[in-house]
Structure formats: structure tokens, C-alpha cells
């Protein structure tokens, strides 16, 4: 794992080097940007670890339509959300709608075992598809989501890392998946404003921004509240909201309007608390006697990153520091998040 961890690393880094060297600012006047493709994968074994929450990948699109929320392609109804929350149907507000496809999974901390430790994080698999609809301006972006998927064996988490494990990482396998949530069907709302309340200029195109942010989530996977803030700085920051972690309420979005420089570069660190009242991956099913571990009720999350931006292509990746979500867990978590954006 160290090695792979090290050969991306190293890529990474002579990529950056590439672009630095060939990144120049172009002179046309900035323009919108009407759409986003984005692949956002996190795992803990650039860490050297497997446990816990120890991979999490998604895809998304996300686009604008022309002026409102009725020039999009999605039938009326599946609009109507947007249009029914007054400061999302803003007419100086920009209109995004983004489609999500993920998947996460959770095992203990011992693979070998064939019958879990009941003292040890349940085995869990997630598979869902998201629907957003986010409203932003030069100052504030809401995002409105629905979620829905399944939880258990259908939401394949145990085919998905077994072949990471035999193909990819060539590592053991975790030997418990037969132990893991019932299925399940998951259905998540997520409501989370961002604003833009300080920025500032350090002169030669080197700018900073402050990002607090408050949300809920509400749903049989997760029910809490959370609030955060993201600092960015660098050169040519994009006026786009951040880079976040994937919970609910996460999208990729394009920037309000594209900056006239061809190479971006900034370096970000936030943090986030969650109130959580419900997690179906601690607490257990909803409707079926399963394995469940006593939670803690808040939990913290900090991470800090370096995004690249070269034309429309960018990179962002990050190490995330994630305080203990249940009552034995006996440490916190670290994990690395990777995310490629294409802007068209």
C-alpha cells in the first residue's frame, strides 16, 4: 500500500511541475462555466490503514441551466423543491443541477476474523444516487439534496473491495462480510448553506477567502446537524465555494464565473462538527436486528490541501483528520481524499 501510495504521490508532484511550468494567464474575459464532471474517491491506505469508514468513491455531473429552474431537463415535478424555497429561486441566484452516483463501506478493524468482534465496527455497504439542486451567488451557496439507495449486501461494498484487495492493492481480504447490515433502502434529505463572509487580496493575484458553512440531514441513513468553515488561499483563487469531504450535501459545482487565468493554485484547510443523532452504519437497521456499537454523538473533522487548476482540469486532494465516531474505537481516524474536476 506504501508503494502505491508513494507512486501517486510522485506523479502527483510531477504533474504539478508540468503545468506550473506551462500555465499562463490567458487575456480573454472571464466566462461562465456551464458544467462540472467530477471523480472524488477517498481510502485509508495512503494512511497504512484499513478500517473503519476505508473507502469512499463518487462521480457527478453538474450543470446550469439558462436563467431558471424551468430550462433545465428534468421534468417539472423534479424541480418543484428548488422552486418552492424562496432564496433558491432567487432571480440573481445561479442555478445548478447535479447528479451523484456513490458508494461507501465500513468493516471492523480485524480482517481475519470470520465472525466479527460485536465490539468492533459492523461490516456495511452504501450504494446510492443523488439528486441536487444548488442556488449560489458571488456571496452564498445552498445546496437542497435527495438521496436515495440501499444499504446492505445490494450496495456491493464487499464485491467493490474485494477486488481492490485482489486486483489492485493485493492485500488480504476481510473475511467477515457474511456479518454485514441487512438491506436496507436509503433515503437521505440534505439542506447546507455556504457563505462567502471575508475575502481579501495579498497583491500579484494572490487572494484568500473565509467559507463558514451550516447544515442538516435528516433520512434512516443519517439524521444530524453540522457547521464548519473553510480558509483558501493562493494564486487566482477560483470563486467557486471549496473543496468538501463526501457527506451528504457534497457537490462539486462550477464556478459563478471562470477566471480569466488559465493556472490556479491554492492551498485550503477546514474543519466541521456534526450533532448526530442517527448513523444506520453504528446504530444498526432501521427495521431488522443487526450488529450495532454505541456512537458518539459529535464528532469533528479536519482537513487541509493543495487544488491545482490548469485551463479546466483541476485537481484537489487532501488528508482528512476524522475524531472517533464510536465509543470503543480507541483512536481517530486519517484518510486521504482525491477528487479530478473537469469544467466544460
Not at 181 to 190: G, H, K, T, W
Request: hydrophobic share 40%; aromatic share 14%.
Amino acid at each position: 500500500m506504501k508503494g502505491i501510495a508513494q507512486r501517486l504521490l510522485f506523479a502527483l508532484t510531477i504533474s504539478a511541475g508540468v503545468l506550473c511550468a506551462n500555465g499562463q494567464d490567458s487575456q480573454q474575459a472571464p466566462e461562465k462555466r456551464l458544467g462540472v464532471f467530477s471523480i472524488h474517491f477517498e481510502n485509508d491506505l495512503f494512511n497504512g490503514t484499513d478500517r473503519w469508514n476505508t473507502s469512499n468513491q463518487q462521480i457527478s455531473y453538474a450543470f446550469t441551466p439558462k436563467h431558471t429552474w424551468e430550462d433545465t431537463v428534468l421534468p417539472f415535478w423534479m424541480s418543484a423543491p428548488a422552486r418552492w424555497i424562496p432564496w433558491m429561486n432567487a432571480p440573481d441566484a445561479q442555478k445548478i443541477v447535479g447528479i451523484t452516483a456513490g458508494q461507501q463501506f465500513f468493516t471492523p478493524t480485524t480482517k481475519m476474523q470470520p465472525v466479527p468482534d460485536p465490539a468492533q465496527r459492523p461490516y456495511a455497504g452504501w450504494l446510492y444516487a443523488n439528486l441536487s439542486w444548488v442556488a449560489q451567488t458571488q456571496k452564498t451557496r445552498d445546496i437542497l439534496q435527495l438521496s436515495l439507495g440501499v444499504v446492505g449486501p445490494w450496495a456491493l461494498g464487499k464485491e467493490t473491495q474485494d477486488f481492490a484487495h485482489d486486483h489492485l492493492a493485493h492485500v488480504e481480504k476481510f473475511l467477515g462480510w457474511d456479518y454485514q447490515l441487512p438491506n436496507e433502502p436509503a433515503i437521505v434529505i440534505a439542506y447546507e448553506r455556504t457563505w462567502r463572509v471575508a475575502q481579501g487580496d495579498f497583491g500579484e493575484n494572490f487572494t484568500w477567502d473565509f467559507l463558514p458553512s451550516a447544515g442538516i440531514v435528516v433520512g434512516n441513513v443519517f439524521d444530524y446537524v453540522n457547521a464548519g468553515f473553510m480558509l483558501r488561499a493562493g494564486w487566482h483563487l477560483p470563486d467557486d465555494f471549496g473543496p468538501q469531504t463526501m457527506h451528504p450535501a457534497e457537490l462539486t459545482a462550477p464556478a459563478f464565473s471562470a477566471h480569466a487565468s488559465d493556472l490556479s493554485i491554492y492551498g485550503f484547510f477546514g474543519a466541521e462538527g456534526r450533532a448526530i443523532a442517527r448513523n444506520i452504519f453504528l446504530d444498526g437497521s432501521t427495521f431488522k436486528d443487526s450488529p450495532s456499537i454505541a456512537k458518539r454523538y459529535a464528532v469533528a473533522e479536519v482537513q487541509a490541501g493543495l487544488a491545482l487548476r490548469y485551463q479546466r482540469v483541476s485537481f484537489i486532494f487532501s488528508q482528512v483528520f476524522r475524531t472517533e465516531e464510536f465509543r470503543n474505537q480507541g483512536r481517530p481516524q486519517w484518510f486521504c481524499s482525491a477528487r479530478l474536476n473537469i469544467e466544460f
